[in-house]
Protein backbone atom coordinates (compact mmCIF):
# COMPACT_ATOMS: atom_id res chain seq x y z
CA UNK A 1 0.00 0.00 0.00
CA UNK A 2 1.35 3.28 -0.91
CA UNK A 3 0.79 6.31 0.52
CA UNK A 4 -0.95 6.15 4.19
CA UNK A 5 -3.65 7.59 2.50
CA UNK A 6 -7.60 7.51 4.05
CA UNK A 7 -8.70 4.69 0.87
CA UNK A 8 -5.34 2.63 1.93
CA UNK A 9 -5.89 2.63 5.29
CA UNK A 10 -9.43 1.64 5.07
CA UNK A 11 -7.93 -1.22 3.17
CA UNK A 12 -5.46 -1.91 4.42
CA UNK A 13 -7.92 -2.63 7.82
CA UNK A 14 -10.45 -4.72 5.97
CA UNK A 15 -7.68 -6.30 4.18
CA UNK A 16 -5.80 -6.57 7.79
CA UNK A 17 -9.05 -8.38 9.56
CA UNK A 18 -9.33 -10.69 6.80
CA UNK A 19 -6.02 -12.48 7.64
CA UNK A 20 -3.70 -10.83 4.45
CA UNK A 21 -0.51 -10.06 5.61
CA UNK A 22 -0.32 -5.72 4.61
CA UNK A 23 2.93 -3.48 4.55
CA UNK A 24 2.28 0.29 4.45
CA UNK A 25 4.60 2.86 3.49
CA UNK A 26 4.51 6.52 2.71
CA UNK A 27 7.18 8.84 1.54
CA UNK A 28 6.02 11.50 3.74
CA UNK A 29 6.65 11.67 7.39
CA UNK A 30 2.74 12.14 8.37
CA UNK A 31 -0.47 10.02 7.46
CA UNK A 32 -3.21 10.94 5.38
CA UNK A 33 -1.26 11.34 1.69
CA UNK A 34 -3.09 14.19 -0.54
CA UNK A 35 -5.97 14.44 2.39
CA UNK A 36 -3.51 15.05 5.20
CA UNK A 37 -4.31 17.65 7.87
CA UNK A 38 -1.21 19.94 8.18
CA UNK A 39 0.16 20.68 11.54
CA UNK A 40 2.22 23.05 12.72
CA UNK A 41 0.69 26.23 11.30
CA UNK A 42 4.49 27.03 9.92
CA UNK A 43 4.28 23.59 7.81
CA UNK A 44 1.60 25.00 5.52
CA UNK A 45 3.07 28.57 5.42
CA UNK A 46 6.01 26.64 3.54
CA UNK A 47 3.91 24.06 1.59
CA UNK A 48 2.51 26.81 -0.09
CA UNK A 49 5.39 28.47 0.09
CA UNK A 50 4.45 31.81 1.44
CA UNK A 51 7.03 33.90 2.85
CA UNK A 52 7.90 34.19 6.00
CA UNK A 53 6.20 32.59 9.80
CA UNK A 54 2.85 33.36 10.29
CA UNK A 55 1.96 36.50 12.26
CA UNK A 56 1.37 36.55 16.02
CA UNK A 57 -2.17 36.84 15.71
CA UNK A 58 -2.38 33.45 14.43
CA UNK A 59 -1.42 32.13 17.78
CA UNK A 60 0.36 28.77 18.57
CA UNK A 61 1.64 26.58 15.39
CA UNK A 62 0.67 23.79 17.08
CA UNK A 63 -2.99 24.67 17.72
CA UNK A 64 -3.81 23.97 14.04
CA UNK A 65 -4.40 20.90 12.21
CA UNK A 66 -4.99 22.23 8.39
CA UNK A 67 -7.04 19.63 5.82
CA UNK A 68 -5.39 19.88 2.35
CA UNK A 69 -8.99 18.45 1.27
CA UNK A 70 -12.22 20.16 2.73
CA UNK A 71 -14.89 16.68 3.33
CA UNK A 72 -17.72 16.25 5.63
CA UNK A 73 -19.04 12.71 6.82
CA UNK A 74 -22.57 11.61 5.97
CA UNK A 75 -23.92 10.93 9.33
CA UNK A 76 -25.29 7.87 7.64
CA UNK A 77 -23.32 7.47 4.70
CA UNK A 78 -20.98 4.95 4.08
CA UNK A 79 -17.77 6.17 5.54
CA UNK A 80 -19.90 5.69 9.51
CA UNK A 81 -20.69 2.79 8.11
CA UNK A 82 -16.89 1.42 7.77
CA UNK A 83 -16.11 3.38 11.23
CA UNK A 84 -18.90 1.49 13.28
CA UNK A 85 -18.39 -1.96 11.80
CA UNK A 86 -14.34 -2.02 12.26
CA UNK A 87 -15.15 -0.32 15.68
CA UNK A 88 -12.63 2.70 14.56
CA UNK A 89 -14.98 5.07 15.92
CA UNK A 90 -13.30 4.13 19.54
CA UNK A 91 -10.55 6.21 18.47
CA UNK A 92 -12.34 9.33 16.74
CA UNK A 93 -14.20 11.95 18.31
CA UNK A 94 -16.77 13.95 15.83
CA UNK A 95 -19.21 16.82 16.26
CA UNK A 96 -22.02 17.47 14.12
CA UNK A 97 -22.12 20.01 11.66
CA UNK A 98 -24.00 23.02 12.61
CA UNK A 99 -26.03 24.05 9.31
CA UNK A 100 -25.67 23.65 5.59
CA UNK A 101 -26.67 26.67 3.69
CA UNK A 102 -27.21 27.34 0.04
CA UNK A 103 -26.65 30.35 -2.31
CA UNK A 104 -29.56 31.98 -3.91
CA UNK A 105 -29.32 35.19 -5.70
CA UNK A 106 -26.36 36.30 -4.28
CA UNK A 107 -27.66 35.87 -0.62
CA UNK A 108 -27.11 32.52 1.49
CA UNK A 109 -30.28 30.85 2.92
CA UNK A 110 -30.31 27.86 5.39
CA UNK A 111 -31.00 24.53 3.92
CA UNK A 112 -34.09 23.72 6.06
CA UNK A 113 -33.64 20.82 8.68
CA UNK A 114 -36.75 20.09 10.29
CA UNK A 115 -40.30 21.08 8.77
CA UNK A 116 -40.86 23.54 10.93
CA UNK A 117 -37.64 25.54 9.60
CA UNK A 118 -39.02 24.48 5.73
CA UNK A 119 -42.52 26.22 6.24
CA UNK A 120 -40.25 29.49 7.68
CA UNK A 121 -37.94 29.18 5.00
CA UNK A 122 -38.04 32.15 2.68
CA UNK A 123 -36.17 29.94 0.27
CA UNK A 124 -39.30 29.35 -1.68
CA UNK A 125 -43.21 30.43 -2.12
CA UNK A 126 -46.00 29.01 0.45
CA UNK A 127 -47.69 26.90 -2.95
CA UNK A 128 -44.19 25.59 -3.58
CA UNK A 129 -43.66 25.01 0.00
CA UNK A 130 -46.90 22.53 -0.27
CA UNK A 131 -45.12 20.81 -3.60
CA UNK A 132 -42.08 20.30 -1.81
CA UNK A 133 -43.60 18.64 1.15
CA UNK A 134 -45.51 16.25 -0.86
CA UNK A 135 -42.50 15.53 -3.11
CA UNK A 136 -40.64 14.87 0.08
CA UNK A 137 -43.07 12.30 1.90
CA UNK A 138 -42.99 10.58 -1.83
CA UNK A 139 -39.29 10.39 -1.36
CA UNK A 140 -39.47 8.78 2.29
CA UNK A 141 -41.96 5.93 1.11
CA UNK A 142 -40.29 5.13 -2.04
CA UNK A 143 -39.32 1.35 -2.18
CA UNK A 144 -38.27 0.53 -5.48
CA UNK A 145 -39.19 -3.67 -4.22
CA UNK A 146 -42.63 -2.06 -3.55
CA UNK A 147 -44.95 -0.95 -6.61
CA UNK A 148 -47.42 0.92 -4.13
CA UNK A 149 -45.11 3.62 -3.39
CA UNK A 150 -43.83 4.42 -6.91
CA UNK A 151 -47.06 6.23 -8.07
CA UNK A 152 -46.57 4.98 -11.73
CA UNK A 153 -42.94 5.89 -12.07
CA UNK A 154 -40.23 3.42 -13.09
CA UNK A 155 -36.79 3.92 -10.80
CA UNK A 156 -34.71 2.78 -13.48
CA UNK A 157 -36.38 4.57 -16.69
CA UNK A 158 -37.87 7.66 -15.67
CA UNK A 159 -35.80 10.61 -15.44
CA UNK A 160 -35.39 12.64 -12.54
CA UNK A 161 -36.82 15.81 -15.21
CA UNK A 162 -39.94 13.95 -15.33
CA UNK A 163 -40.19 12.91 -11.75
CA UNK A 164 -39.73 17.03 -10.59
CA UNK A 165 -42.44 17.28 -13.38
CA UNK A 166 -45.17 15.53 -11.59
CA UNK A 167 -44.80 17.38 -8.39
CA UNK A 168 -44.86 20.55 -10.46
CA UNK A 169 -41.96 21.93 -8.87
CA UNK A 170 -40.19 25.18 -9.64
CA UNK A 171 -36.68 25.62 -11.43
CA UNK A 172 -35.44 26.99 -8.16
CA UNK A 173 -36.34 24.32 -5.90
CA UNK A 174 -34.83 21.63 -8.76
CA UNK A 175 -31.74 23.60 -8.26
CA UNK A 176 -31.93 23.16 -4.28
CA UNK A 177 -33.10 19.95 -4.25
CA UNK A 178 -30.51 18.61 -6.60
CA UNK A 179 -27.29 20.38 -5.79
CA UNK A 180 -28.04 20.89 -1.45
CA UNK A 181 -29.93 17.64 -0.97
CA UNK A 182 -29.07 14.95 -2.96
CA UNK A 183 -25.32 16.90 -3.95
CA UNK A 184 -25.23 16.83 -7.40
CA UNK A 185 -22.21 19.17 -8.94
CA UNK A 186 -23.76 19.37 -12.22
CA UNK A 187 -27.28 19.20 -13.63
CA UNK A 188 -26.66 15.96 -15.94
CA UNK A 189 -28.28 13.86 -13.52
CA UNK A 190 -31.49 15.16 -14.49
CA UNK A 191 -31.74 12.64 -17.70
CA UNK A 192 -30.59 10.37 -15.53
CA UNK A 193 -32.94 7.76 -14.21
CA UNK A 194 -34.04 9.23 -11.22
CA UNK A 195 -33.57 5.86 -8.59
CA UNK A 196 -30.09 7.28 -7.47
CA UNK A 197 -31.33 10.70 -7.09
CA UNK A 198 -33.95 9.76 -5.03
CA UNK A 199 -31.87 7.10 -2.98
CA UNK A 200 -29.45 10.54 -2.20
CA UNK A 201 -32.22 12.43 -0.75
CA UNK A 202 -32.96 9.42 1.27
CA UNK A 203 -29.22 9.36 2.26
CA UNK A 204 -29.38 12.71 3.10
CA UNK A 205 -32.74 12.96 5.35
CA UNK A 206 -31.75 9.76 6.84
CA UNK A 207 -28.13 11.39 7.91
CA UNK A 208 -30.61 14.90 8.69
CA UNK A 209 -32.69 12.46 11.43
CA UNK A 210 -29.42 11.00 13.08
CA UNK A 211 -28.53 14.75 14.98
CA UNK A 212 -30.77 17.29 13.83
CA UNK A 213 -28.88 20.19 13.05
CA UNK A 214 -27.61 18.90 9.68
CA UNK A 215 -26.74 15.83 7.92
CA UNK A 216 -22.73 16.46 8.15
CA UNK A 217 -19.96 15.29 11.21
CA UNK A 218 -16.37 16.09 11.54
CA UNK A 219 -13.75 14.29 13.32
CA UNK A 220 -11.83 16.42 16.16
CA UNK A 221 -8.27 17.30 15.33
CA UNK A 222 -8.95 17.10 11.56
CA UNK A 223 -9.63 14.62 8.61
CA UNK A 224 -5.92 13.03 9.52
CA UNK A 225 -7.77 11.30 12.53
CA UNK A 226 -8.87 9.37 9.98
CA UNK A 227 -6.58 7.56 8.18
CA UNK A 228 -4.53 6.50 11.66
CA UNK A 229 -7.57 5.16 13.16
CA UNK A 230 -7.83 2.38 10.23
CA UNK A 231 -4.08 2.33 10.66
CA UNK A 232 -4.57 1.39 14.35
CA UNK A 233 -7.09 -1.13 13.08
CA UNK A 234 -4.97 -2.69 10.26
CA UNK A 235 -1.71 -2.67 12.99
CA UNK A 236 -3.90 -4.74 15.72
CA UNK A 237 -4.49 -7.36 13.19
CA UNK A 238 -0.83 -7.40 12.31
CA UNK A 239 -0.25 -4.99 10.10
CA UNK A 240 2.78 -3.17 9.37
CA UNK A 241 3.69 0.95 8.46
CA UNK A 242 6.12 2.83 7.69
CA UNK A 243 6.52 6.15 7.03
CA UNK A 244 9.23 8.87 5.84
CA UNK A 245 10.18 6.10 3.64
CA UNK A 246 11.09 6.80 0.09
CA UNK A 247 9.89 4.83 -3.15
CA UNK A 248 12.72 4.12 -5.44
CA UNK A 249 10.50 1.87 -7.92
CA UNK A 250 7.88 -0.25 -8.63
CA UNK A 251 8.90 -3.37 -10.15
CA UNK A 252 6.87 -5.11 -12.18
CA UNK A 253 8.14 -8.17 -14.01
CA UNK A 254 6.08 -9.79 -17.20
CA UNK A 255 3.89 -7.19 -16.63
CA UNK A 256 3.15 -7.92 -12.74
CA UNK A 257 3.69 -6.42 -9.54
CA UNK A 258 6.42 -7.99 -7.65
CA UNK A 259 7.41 -5.44 -5.22
CA UNK A 260 8.49 -2.11 -4.56
CA UNK A 261 12.35 -0.74 -3.72
CA UNK A 262 13.09 1.78 -1.03
CA UNK A 263 16.56 2.74 -0.03
CA UNK A 264 17.79 -0.30 -1.73
CA UNK A 265 15.57 -2.67 -0.33
CA UNK A 266 12.93 -4.55 -1.62
CA UNK A 267 9.90 -5.09 -0.12
CA UNK A 268 7.55 -7.99 -2.37
CA UNK A 269 4.54 -8.08 -2.65
CA UNK A 270 1.75 -10.08 -4.85
CA UNK A 271 -0.60 -6.92 -5.33
CA UNK A 272 -0.34 -3.46 -4.77
CA UNK A 273 -2.67 -0.50 -3.86
CA UNK A 274 -1.41 3.18 -4.09
CA UNK A 275 -2.48 6.47 -5.27
CA UNK A 276 -1.98 8.27 -8.93
CA UNK A 277 0.97 10.34 -7.28
CA UNK A 278 3.28 6.88 -7.19
CA UNK A 279 2.65 5.71 -10.95
CA UNK A 280 2.39 8.81 -13.11
CA UNK A 281 2.62 6.59 -16.27
CA UNK A 282 -0.57 4.57 -15.36
CA UNK A 283 -2.80 7.35 -15.12
CA UNK A 284 -4.30 9.83 -17.01
CA UNK A 285 -5.78 13.43 -16.46
CA UNK A 286 -9.54 13.82 -16.30
CA UNK A 287 -9.87 17.54 -15.38
CA UNK A 288 -8.65 19.95 -12.31
CA UNK A 289 -9.94 20.84 -8.89
CA UNK A 290 -9.61 24.14 -7.08
CA UNK A 291 -9.45 24.57 -3.86
CA UNK A 292 -8.84 27.71 -1.72
CA UNK A 293 -7.93 27.44 2.23
CA UNK A 294 -8.89 30.66 4.01
CA UNK A 295 -8.51 31.55 7.33
CA UNK A 296 -10.82 34.13 8.99
CA UNK A 297 -11.34 35.48 12.63
CA UNK A 298 -14.79 36.03 12.03
CA UNK A 299 -17.96 33.71 11.06
CA UNK A 300 -19.17 33.67 8.32
CA UNK A 301 -22.22 36.57 7.61
CA UNK A 302 -25.68 35.11 7.86
CA UNK A 303 -25.00 31.32 9.56
CA UNK A 304 -26.48 32.51 12.66
CA UNK A 305 -22.39 32.55 13.64
CA UNK A 306 -22.31 28.86 12.89
CA UNK A 307 -18.90 27.08 14.24
CA UNK A 308 -19.59 25.03 11.42
CA UNK A 309 -21.09 24.54 8.05
CA UNK A 310 -21.40 23.90 4.72
CA UNK A 311 -22.20 26.13 1.47
CA UNK A 312 -23.20 25.12 -1.71
CA UNK A 313 -23.48 27.26 -4.36
CA UNK A 314 -25.28 25.58 -7.33
CA UNK A 315 -23.67 26.30 -10.69
CA UNK A 316 -27.07 27.72 -12.27
CA UNK A 317 -26.59 30.80 -9.38
CA UNK A 318 -23.05 31.68 -11.10
CA UNK A 319 -23.35 30.41 -14.45
CA UNK A 320 -21.66 27.60 -14.38
CA UNK A 321 -21.37 23.86 -15.03
CA UNK A 322 -20.09 22.65 -11.57
CA UNK A 323 -21.20 23.66 -8.52
CA UNK A 324 -18.87 25.92 -5.97
CA UNK A 325 -18.46 24.47 -2.15
CA UNK A 326 -17.63 26.11 1.18
CA UNK A 327 -16.80 23.94 3.75
CA UNK A 328 -16.05 25.90 7.22
CA UNK A 329 -14.45 24.41 10.67
CA UNK A 330 -13.37 26.14 13.50
CA UNK A 331 -11.03 25.89 16.95
CA UNK A 332 -14.31 24.09 18.51
CA UNK A 333 -13.22 20.99 16.46
CA UNK A 334 -9.73 21.71 17.75
CA UNK A 335 -8.10 22.32 13.94
CA UNK A 336 -7.60 26.20 14.84
CA UNK A 337 -5.95 28.50 17.41
CA UNK A 338 -9.02 30.25 19.59
CA UNK A 339 -11.66 32.72 17.88
CA UNK A 340 -10.20 31.54 14.44
CA UNK A 341 -12.08 29.68 11.64
CA UNK A 342 -10.98 27.60 8.24
CA UNK A 343 -12.89 28.23 5.14
CA UNK A 344 -12.13 25.92 2.25
CA UNK A 345 -13.82 26.80 -1.15
CA UNK A 346 -13.64 24.20 -3.89
CA UNK A 347 -14.89 23.70 -6.94
CA UNK A 348 -14.09 21.84 -10.70
CA UNK A 349 -11.95 24.24 -12.42
CA UNK A 350 -14.05 25.02 -16.20
CA UNK A 351 -11.42 28.08 -17.15
CA UNK A 352 -8.19 29.49 -18.15
CA UNK A 353 -8.29 31.20 -14.81
CA UNK A 354 -9.29 29.27 -11.79
CA UNK A 355 -9.48 32.03 -9.29
CA UNK A 356 -12.30 33.70 -10.77
CA UNK A 357 -14.42 31.11 -11.08
CA UNK A 358 -14.50 30.93 -7.19
CA UNK A 359 -14.97 34.79 -6.77
CA UNK A 360 -18.45 34.46 -5.64
CA UNK A 361 -17.23 32.21 -3.05
CA UNK A 362 -14.43 34.53 -1.35
CA UNK A 363 -16.78 37.29 -1.53
CA UNK A 364 -19.00 35.60 1.07
CA UNK A 365 -15.75 35.21 3.46
CA UNK A 366 -14.57 38.72 3.03
CA UNK A 367 -12.20 39.70 5.29
CA UNK A 368 -9.79 36.69 4.71
CA UNK A 369 -6.28 36.66 6.90
CA UNK A 370 -4.75 34.55 4.61
CA UNK A 371 -5.47 32.43 1.74
CA UNK A 372 -3.50 29.06 0.46
CA UNK A 373 -4.63 28.30 -3.14
CA UNK A 374 -3.93 24.92 -4.78
CA UNK A 375 -4.89 23.32 -8.40
CA UNK A 376 -4.72 19.44 -8.27
CA UNK A 377 -5.52 17.36 -11.89
CA UNK A 378 -7.87 14.97 -11.74
CA UNK A 379 -5.83 11.65 -12.00
CA UNK A 380 -7.91 8.22 -12.63
CA UNK A 381 -6.08 4.81 -13.68
CA UNK A 382 -5.61 3.86 -17.32
CA UNK A 383 -6.67 0.27 -16.69
CA UNK A 384 -8.34 -2.20 -13.74
CA UNK A 385 -5.09 -3.54 -12.55
CA UNK A 386 -6.23 -6.75 -13.39
CA UNK A 387 -2.94 -7.86 -15.41
CA UNK A 388 -0.25 -5.77 -13.33
CA UNK A 389 -2.13 -6.18 -9.77
CA UNK A 390 -1.34 -2.58 -9.58
CA UNK A 391 -4.66 -1.03 -8.05
CA UNK A 392 -5.04 2.38 -7.91
CA UNK A 393 -7.08 4.96 -6.81
CA UNK A 394 -8.48 8.07 -8.18
CA UNK A 395 -7.78 11.66 -7.03
CA UNK A 396 -10.15 13.11 -4.47
CA UNK A 397 -12.87 15.14 -6.46
CA UNK A 398 -14.52 18.59 -5.54
CA UNK A 399 -17.65 16.98 -3.40
CA UNK A 400 -17.63 17.81 0.09
CA UNK A 401 -18.46 14.39 1.83
CA UNK A 402 -16.79 10.85 1.35
CA UNK A 403 -19.74 8.88 -0.58
CA UNK A 404 -17.88 9.05 -3.65
CA UNK A 405 -14.54 8.52 -1.68
CA UNK A 406 -16.24 4.91 -0.31
CA UNK A 407 -17.28 4.29 -4.25
CA UNK A 408 -13.66 4.11 -4.62
CA UNK A 409 -12.61 1.91 -1.53
CA UNK A 410 -15.74 -0.98 -2.77
CA UNK A 411 -14.61 -0.67 -6.52
CA UNK A 412 -10.42 -1.59 -5.27
CA UNK A 413 -11.75 -3.81 -3.22
CA UNK A 414 -14.16 -5.61 -6.19
CA UNK A 415 -10.90 -5.42 -8.36
CA UNK A 416 -8.56 -7.04 -5.85
CA UNK A 417 -10.56 -9.74 -4.83
CA UNK A 418 -13.58 -10.30 -7.97
CA UNK A 419 -15.54 -10.34 -5.66
CA UNK A 420 -18.40 -7.22 -3.97
CA UNK A 421 -17.88 -5.57 -1.13
CA UNK A 422 -19.47 -6.86 1.93
CA UNK A 423 -19.53 -4.10 5.08
CA UNK A 424 -19.87 -8.08 7.17
CA UNK A 425 -15.96 -8.15 6.06
CA UNK A 426 -15.20 -5.42 8.02
CA UNK A 427 -16.26 -6.68 11.45
CA UNK A 428 -13.65 -7.83 13.70
CA UNK A 429 -13.31 -10.95 14.59
CA UNK A 430 -14.33 -11.47 18.62
CA UNK A 431 -11.46 -13.57 19.55
CA UNK A 432 -8.10 -12.43 17.16
CA UNK A 433 -4.99 -12.99 18.35
CA UNK A 434 -4.35 -9.71 18.03
CA UNK A 435 -7.63 -8.27 19.52
CA UNK A 436 -8.47 -5.55 22.10
CA UNK A 437 -9.97 -6.40 25.39
Known amino acids: MLPAGLRECILSGIMSVNGKKVLHMDRNPYYGGESASITPLEDLYKRFKIPGAPPASMGRGRDWNVDLIPKFLMANGQLVKMLLYTEVTRYLDFKVTEGSFVYKGGKIYKVPSTEAEALASSLMGLFEKRRFRKFLVYVANFDEKDPRTLEGIDPKKTAMREVYKKFDLGQDVIDFTGHALALYRTDDYLDQPCCETINRIKLYSESLARYGKSP ?160 SDLLVPKDLGTESQIFISRTYDATTHFETTCDDIKDIYKRMTGSEFDFEEMKRKKNDIYGED
Open 216 to 375: YLYPLYGLGELPQGFARLSAIYGGTYMLNKPIEEIIVQNGKVIGVKSEGEIARCKQLICDPSYVKDRVEKVGQVIRVICILSHPIKNTNDANSCQIIIPQNQVNRKSDIYVCMISSAHNVAAQGKYIAIVSTTVETKEPEKEIRPALELLEPIEQKFVSI
